[in-house]
């Protein structure tokens, strides 16, 4: 977290937005935001998070800024995409729950606090639902749909809606995630590998009216790369022998048995097992003994880095929720 926050007042609820380009909407955002704030009873902040917009953007939010003293803004030298732009929210916010919301009018400030109930019910994330999403059907609607079912098969948490920004979480939550490339679409599933407690609740979405979406159909491969990435992390990354291993002694076992049938049919019928035409069969059975011994090597390697990086950083393989004594008391809701 950033080192002013030592010194900073004491904050209930973080509002964290990542901004690339939005110009148009930052004022009337933060008056949707401010009015709905105003309505809690939260001690709370606005985090703006300036992905390094070429458009004007950052002045506007250093007029918002300039004009209420709980708005803070983050701004980047260049742009390095959403998740960077969240994971700094992260580091700058404050708060014991932080909501994260986009910066293009789609998602609604309203629904803050219906989010933060929710979360107050005993749970660590609360995933927002467009399930009346103003988008574009072809573009946008169909290939969230095939994502979302790809993503909830793969990771195991049932959510509809993994794509909306509109989320709460727990701070003991967040702070336990790393984010790389486009992973923040896969914050539930990372914080439910970690043991969190997940709801998810309908939101309304509304058409954008400013601007236009930075996000399209090609995002597809990068996110079906990082999925891959998040189902090894969620599975082996403390144990990677275990899917290099298996794959190497599989295709050992492979190869070594089609060698071994043609050495035994060599003897017991030469005739017919000539060694020219049996080539292709031979090459493909030393290949696949070539392929198992790779890949358990590189699972060895990959224990070995494994072990290099928690026990260089210190890093534990758990996560504790909490150390119950006879002091411990329950967390009271926030605004009390």
Known sequence: MSDDSLDAKPVDLSIVLPVFEERENLRE???????????????????????????????VLREIAAGDESVRVVRFR??????????AGFDHALGN?????DADLQNDPADIGRLVEKLNEGYDVVSGWRKNRQDAFILRKIPSMLANRLIRRMTGVHIHDFGCTLKAYRREVV??????????RFIPALAHWIGADIAEMPVN???????????GISRTLRVLLDLITIRFLMNFS????????????????VGTGICAWLSVGKFIAPERYSLLDRMPMLLLGILLILVGVQ?????????????????SQDKPIYVVREVINGKSRQPRPLGE
């Open 29 to 59: 955002l933060h008056r949707q935001i401010r009015s709905e704030l105003d309505n809690l009873r939260y001690r709370s902040e606005i985090v703006f998070v300036d992905d390094g917009s070429k458009d004007g953007s950052d002045a």
């Open 78 to 87: 260049r742009n390095f995409g959403q998740t960077a732009a969240m994971s």
């Open 97 to 101: 729950i932080i909501v994260t919301l």
């Open 175 to 184: 702070e336990n995630i790393r984010l790389y490339g486009e992973m923040h």
């Open 205 to 215: 979405h509304r058409a954008r009216t400013w601007g236009r979406s930075k996000y």
């Open 238 to 253: 403390t144990r990677p022998i275990q899917v290099f291993g298996r794959v190497g002694i599989y295709a050992g076992l």
């Open 295 to 311: 890949f358990v090597t590189m699972g060895l390697l990959g224990e070995l880095m494994t072990r290099t990086y928690h026990e």
